[in-house]
């Protein structure tokens, strides 16, 4: 079992469109890890010169968390989230300072792909977390740098998940939990295999009224994996499937800490739907030579509903609100094809890759404003008809081709380099005919390049190097929202602004790893990296000040640069299992520029601040640190428990760090689980987090109070500048029972 994982693992490392490597061909009796875009032959770990984290189902499941960005706040190093909308299934998720979100503003700098295939929408590149099935996953593995054998949008790293198959995992899973919050989930799963044929699907269902008032969640997904191999042949079609309603509440600001469960206003509703079919042919002529076909076909679409207070109450019967009805609907496909082969010659035993990918998407999005008021729970009642804003089609399409090779040189050392060319096309078209200034095309094309080297001098520890480039395009959404006159409100109101440039990052990282046996301290491992990832034009999303997340406007700020360090320890002895993750991070401005940010209490007359080269960037912790603890007296039960800690971060808006409500303040936090199997195949589990119910918030923007009135009640002629906080859920605590069915024997 344990090398069916670490195969398994092995394809997940460098995807492509598809890396379902399931059932793939007989590889050597040796840990190998991926390196191609496309599920390649593999190399020895020992040979990948960058520092990975990888996590298997075993971990997943353990933790019985109800997403993946919440299992990867507690579990990965130099990752941290925040909740600007108060839900679990909306977090901001940032590794080295780069950020996976699902909410349009924020400026993304992570790929993600789920088998393969890229789950960064194309409309605004966000993630949106609350598609990927969890209790599918067989491997999530995090990779850092700006490797762009990853695509577009790698900028500080991947996001590599791959998802279970019938032949590795048979049998069937049946789990309910409940609790704190109206909590209530089932989740269930089964597969099989029967000759060359095998099967896997998985569901959940989740119901969650929320911490906050008017947060409640909604999920429902659906996976389905099918799958044929006979020899050196494999094919694999999946299905992935979700119908959610999400509800977030927004930041608030100083005086209304004081009840955090409050909402700023609302309602503030999203209701996603995805439809996602992809299949993957991998053919292996021998055991040195293999063709991967993939492709994809998917559509995501998003409605929603946002309340927002009107900063602008010149205008004469200017409502005191408004609400942002939106609709995304996004269709892509792609397809790629690689050829991998493994030969001998005078400067050593090379793997060579060479691959072809094309990607394309069309998104049709449009809003409407509703006029409305306020009730006395800030409730947005709309007083008069929704009016059509914006009515556009936009599409994008990327065009790849790369190469690879890794070379052993000489015993223990290893040489990889390889070069891709990626050509990017955005275009924008008006729908009404009354924003002709909007219709524009706009092309981006670049060859980036890796190197990379690792050396073992002894079986057990390796040092690595590498250097890589990435980019990011502007997507549609940024290029229609870059003037800071106009500043909009996301989903955004598309108007007519200057273009932005494209995003370049290069990142330098060494570092080392090792496995030991020393005494009583069994399977110690530890791995150490130090980094830094520079970045061109890099595109910010500047806040307008109205105390809402989502009103600004992008542009490109110039220099920015993240460097930091990264220490992993884990170790077991006796029936205790630890594991700890430390990262110390520097991100800053490189290079000056004038904001407008009034509500920052140093913005000048016209409401600018000057940013300088050395502040740092908001939102992005100085230290994290994770540490966890396992406890198993005997097989049939296990105690785990988790902090999760991080220091103090400037809020959005105060880029000069300077305004005079100082930072959002760091915190810790502890979790506990439990698992006790009381018969054959019943486990009974349990979890509590924020175990001694920790006041802290992890998210800041600036913006102005306009409910300063009595008891929080509207009062315009009041508003006045305040940091806005989002702040963490209270402790809860959640029960669940587990059955399992394994036919791994039958």
């Not at 909410?103 to 700098?109: K, V």
Request: hydrophobic share 40%.
């Amino acid at each position: 079992m344990r090398r069916r994982a670490v195969v398994t693992a092995a394809f997940a490392l460098f995807p492509g469109l598809s890396a379902f490597a399931q059932r793939s061909v007989d590889l050597p009796p040796v840990e190998v890890v991926g390196i191609t875009p496309l599920p390649g032959i593999g190399n020895p770990l020992p040979q990948v010169p960058s520092n990975v984290q990888t996590f298997g189902e075993r971990e997943i499941a353990r933790q019985r968390l109800p997403g993946i960005a919440g299992f990867l706040e507690q579990n990965a190093g130099s990752v941290s989230a925040s909740a600007p909308s108060g839900n679990p299934y909306q977090p901001d998720l940032s590794f080295r300072g780069f950020t996976a979100s699902p909410l349009l503003g924020t400026p993304q700098g992570l790929s993600v792909f789920l088998d393969g295939v890229r789950e960064n929408d194309p409309f605004g590149d966000a993630v949106h977390w609350d598609t990927i099935p969890l209790n599918a996953l067989a491997t999530v593995q995090v990779v850092p740098g700006s490797n762009a054998l990853y695509g577009l949008n790698t900028l500080g790293g991947a996001l590599v998940m791959t998802t279970k198959s019938g032949a590795r995992y048979p049998g069937a899973v049946v789990d309910v939990n409940g609790g704190s919050f109206g909590r209530f989930q089932v989740e269930a799963e089964a597969g099989g295999a029967h000759g060359p044929v095998d099967g896997y699907v998985a569901a959940n269902v989740f119901d969650d009224d929320g911490w906050r008032d008017h947060s409640s969640t909604r999920i429902r997904q659906l996976f389905a994996k099918g799958g044929w191999g006979d020899g050196g042949t494999d094919l694999n079609v999946s299905v992935n499937l979700a119908d959610n309603r999400i509800n977030g509440t927004q930041a608030l600001p100083l005086p209304m800490l004081d009840d955090p469960k409050q909402a700023y206003t609302w309602p503030d509703s999203t209701h996603n739907r995805l439809e996602s079919l992809s299949a993957r042919f991998n053919h292996a002529f021998s055991a040195n030579t293999q063709i991967v076909a993939a492709a994809y076909a998917r559509r995501y679409r998003s409605d929603s509903v946002n309340s927002n207070v009107n900063a602008d109450l010149d205008e004469p019967d200017a409502p005191p609100a408004f609400n942002v009805a939106s609709n995304v609907d996004t269709r892509s496909s792609g397809a790629a094809a690689q050829f991998a082969w493994r030969v001998a010659g005078a400067w050593g035993k090379h793997q060579l890759v060479a691959g072809a990918s094309y990607d394309r998407s069309r998104t049709g999005f449009t809003q409407s404003e509703q006029p409305a008021t306020f009730t006395d729970d800030r409730d947005t009642v709309g007083t008069g008809p929704y009016a059509l804003q914006t009515d556009v089609v936009t599409t994008t399409s990327t065009s790849a081709a790369w190469l690879a090779d890794t070379a052993e040189v000489a015993p223990g050392l290893a040489l990889s380099g390889s070069i891709r060319y990626n050509v990017a096309r955005v275009s924008i078209a008006d729908q009404t005919g009354l924003q002709p200034e909007l219709d524009g095309a706009h092309r981006y094309s670049k060859w980036l390049p890796a190197a990379g080297i690792a050396w073992s001098p002894s079986p057990a520890w390796t040092l690595f190097g590498n250097l890589s480039q990435g980019m990011r395009v502007p997507t549609p959404m940024e290029l229609t929202c870059a003037d800071p006159e106009a500043p909009c409100t996301l989903p955004n109101i598309f108007v007519a602004d200057p273009p932005l440039a494209a995003v370049i990052a290069t990142t330098g990282e060494i570092g080392a790893r090792g496995r030991f046996d020393a005494g009583a301290w069994r399977d110690v491992t530890w791995s150490t990296a130090l980094f830094r990832t520079d970045t061109s034009d890099d595109i910010q999303f500047i806040g307008a000040g109205s105390g809402a997340v989502n009103a600004g406007y992008f542009r490109n700020v110039g220099k920015t640069r993240r460097q930091g360090f990264e220490l992993f320890g884990g170790a077991r002895i006796d029936t205790f299992t630890f594991a700890a993750r430390y990262t110390l991070l520097d991100a800053t401005f490189q290079t000056g520029f004038v904001e407008s940010s009034p509500n920052n209490s140093t913005a000048d007359a016209d409401g600018d601040i000057d940013v300088s080269a050395g502040n740092r960037l908001p939102g992005v912790p100085r230290h994290t640190l994770k540490f966890r603890v396992d406890w198993n007296p005997q097989a049939a039960f296990s105690i785990g428990a988790s902090v999760v800690a991080q220091s103090a971060q400037y809020a959005r808006g105060d880029e000069n760090n300077a305004d005079v409500h100082g930072t959002v303040p760091g915190f810790a936090v502890v979790n506990l689980d439990a698992r006790w199997r009381f018969a054959p195949g019943w486990e009974l589990y349990g979890r509590i987090e924020n175990v001694f119910n920790r006041r802290y918030q992890n998210f800041g923007i600036l913006g102005s109070n306009y409910f300063a009135g009595p008891d929080n009640s509207y009062d315009p002629a009041a508003a006045a500048p305040d940091q806005f906080r989002g702040p963490g859920a209270p402790i809860g605590a959640w029960l669940g029972v587990r059955w399992t069915l394994d036919r791994t024997g039958a």
